[in-house]
């Protein structure tokens, strides 16, 4: 449905001439022709989208002014901004933000417009977006000035620049780490890294963090953070790795309610107190609730208690990116299960209303899992905004009740197993993500380091 008023849309360009005609002096090192959208014909595209896509991926729009303008003017709901200053002083970098739009995943329906505020700074950047082999890309013409004068819907700014976001998934645990960055200081943050670990050999390696760190490295950002959503159990966290690993020393952030996770599960395991501590001083900062910061030049974050998967989850709002680690999954999906200890469902739903409420509907949901249904055929997908959850959230959409989510969601909850490797990765990730300690043997010999799992005869 989309390709065809894409057709249209592409045909509807020839009514432009100037524009065609400025496009030749201006590209002297591509041939093929900028397609072009006219705002009316993009908001007609965004209007449907909204209604009928609950992954919002049929159309990436991309703002290419610099914040000062948007700050100034508003801007599109949904849009993304990429400063258009970075296409000047670095093209290299602009190309890899662009391809970030599709969270590391290859979105061949999906149709990538531009706009700036005339549509000259656009043209450049969707001949670069062409360049790179994003085939379905067009200009708006005419701009946010013509969007304006079209009488169509903006809005005013938000505290919601545009974060570079770029998305290293892990398959084996179907975790999603993020490296979150300001593209014009090059601050950034690293979400929920994943140490790999291989039950049967007894080890650990950082292969999946060699990655995440190439990557940092490649893109020459001044990683400052590393947040851990809340205490996994499904993976062991390498923020420790990274943290050694990379020269800015950045800090390690998780919820302050860590200490709750701590005791409870000291307790468990039977540990003692210098086994486990249940202070969170393994962590750098115990992030809490409403707390604000800034990210790079002008990015505003900021942090909400997302009780419910575990007592300590943590969503960050980053810009207008959100990090929401286990709580909503993606729409076909719904959130993560709320049968671990201290979880609660009642919690969750009032946590992902929490969300609904507080963020712009339009802020990009990041999420910490995916885990695609058998039959829906798709591959994985990290991403779709907060309306969407909205309108399609199979379990926490706006339409149904707290009684209703509780039922789905401890109706599901009685077919998941636990993590396959939910001990090593509790009692790595509640020590800030060390390893135990190392046992010594009477005569004061290493032993090695062991983790502790619980076992009984089954009913
Ligand atoms: C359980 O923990 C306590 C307190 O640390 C310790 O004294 C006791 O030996 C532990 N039990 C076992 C079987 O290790
Ligand atoms: C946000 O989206 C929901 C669902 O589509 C809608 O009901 C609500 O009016 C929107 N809020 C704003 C402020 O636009
Ligand atoms: C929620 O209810 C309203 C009013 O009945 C309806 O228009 C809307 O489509 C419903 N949304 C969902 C996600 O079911
Ligand atoms: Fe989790």
Redesign the pocket.
Known sequence: MVLLHLRVAAAAAVAYPLLRHGSRCMSTTTTAAVKEMTPTELSKLLDQQLKTDPFQKQIKLIDARERHEIEEHGRIHGALNIPFSVFKSDKDTYAAALEDVFNGIKHDDTTLVVHCMSGRRSHEVTQLAMDVGIKNSYNMVGGFKRWLADELAYEPYKNNHSPWVHTIFEPETETAQYVVADIETKEAYVIDPVLDYDAFAGTVRPNTAKAVLDYIQRRRLHVTKIIDTHVHADHLSAAIFLKNALPTKPDFWIGNKVTDVQKVFRERYNLSNGELKVTGEQFDHLVSEGESWVLGKNIQCSAIHTPGHTPACMSHRIGDAAFVGDTLFMPDIGTARCDFPGGSAEQMYQSVHKMYNAWPNDTRIFVGHDYPPANSHRSYEVMTTLEAH???NVMV???ISVNEYIQKRSARDKQLRAPRYIHPSLQTNLRGGNLPDNEKTPNGEQAGKFFKIPVRWAE
């Open positions: 909205k309108r399609f959409n706006e339409n």
